[in-house]
């Protein structure tokens, strides 16, 4: 079996204004907020 693509996955981090910081500026990936203040993270069409 070979994994094509992935759906999500979650983190549960100390910081989150740092995680996002690191996945925006280093891996170039987009923030977006949704629901109660929740935070995700985009790259193409993955999140």
Do not use: C, P, W
């Amino acid at each position: 079996m070979n994994i094509e693509r992935i759906d999500h996955f979650v983190l549960t981090v100390h910081n989150i204004e740092k995680t996002i910081e690191f996945y925006t500026n280093i891996l170039g990936m987009e923030v977006f907020t949704f629901g109660q203040h929740r935070k995700a993270l985009t790259f193409g069409s993955q999140k």
